[in-house]
């Protein structure tokens, strides 16, 4: 099975400027959720997504949002760059379905430089 | 003070050592317990998830849980060069049932095992 896949894998942007990051899910995972990890905070939560709805929301502000696809594809979008919004960001998929083997697994996720 | 902390480290070992990682908590909600490798420039991988209280072994390694405590540990039995990496602990908990998409994580330990 082909793991989860996150494009593009590095990116620079300006201050001001928007971003979009997409993720592919493992065939048959419903479930995918963001995290940003800088050296600082570490991983952090941002979202998760299910079945195209918004299920988990972590403590960030509105200008980062997401959607999920019917294939269950999901992008996240980050308006309005700052400086600090400069991280590592993962995606991550799981089947969703709320069980104790409801692991998730990680891509490789896209470094996102704002300057 | 942080939902979850983890040893920062760093820590550097010789091949073959013991290696000792730990983590607290301080959310009684949390049920499930997992460990993560990362290596540089990678996204984190799955090692070993617990849910009960009690010890996991899965190869060289073997993780802990008391959850009366709220402490966890990953044991890594004779450690090789190819063990560096950092080592994140992450928890979840199971409010209304779907919140199994949220991790949180520890800051990470970054390990060494030199030759």
């Known amino acids: 099975k082909a793991g989860v896949t996150q494009t593009p894998r590095y990116l620079i942007k300006t201050r001001g400027q928007q971003v979009t990051l997409s993720c592919s899910p493992i065939s048959g995972h419903r479930s995918v959720s963001w995290y940003q990890q800088t050296p600082g905070q570490g991983l952090q939560f941002l979202f998760e997504y299910f079945s195209e709805t918004q299920r988990n929301k972590g403590n960030f502000p509105g200008r980062f949002s997401g959607r999920q696809f019917s294939n269950s594809r999901s992008e996240m979008n980050v308006s309005t760059l700052e400086l600090g919004d400069s991280a590592l960001y993962l995606c991550?998929?799981?089947?969703?379905?709320?069980?104790?083997?409801?692991?998730?697994?990680f891509g490789p996720g896209t470094r996102l430089t704002v300057l | 003070q942080k939902e979850v902390e983890q040893d920062p480290g760093p820590l550097s070992v010789p091949e073959g050592a013991i290696v000792s990682l730990n983590c607290t908590y301080s959310n009684s909600a949390f049920q499930y317990f997992m460990w993560y490798r990362q290596y540089s420039r990678k996204g984190p991988e799955l090692l070993m998830y617990t849910y009960s209280s009690g010890n996991k072994e899965d190869g060289r390694f073997t993780a802990q849980v008391d959850k009366s405590s709220k402490y966890i540990s990953l044991f890594i039995r004779d450690s090789q060069p190819s063990d560096s990496a950092t080592y994140l602990c992450?928890?979840?908990?199971?409010?209304?049932?779907?919140?199994?998409?949220?991790?949180?994580f520890g800051q990470g330990t970054i390990l060494t095992v030199h030759p």
């Open positions: 991550a998929s799981s089947s969703g379905g709320g069980q104790i083997s409801n692991t998730q697994y």
């Open positions: 992450a928890m979840s908990s199971n409010a209304g049932g779907t919140s199994y998409g949220k991790l949180t």
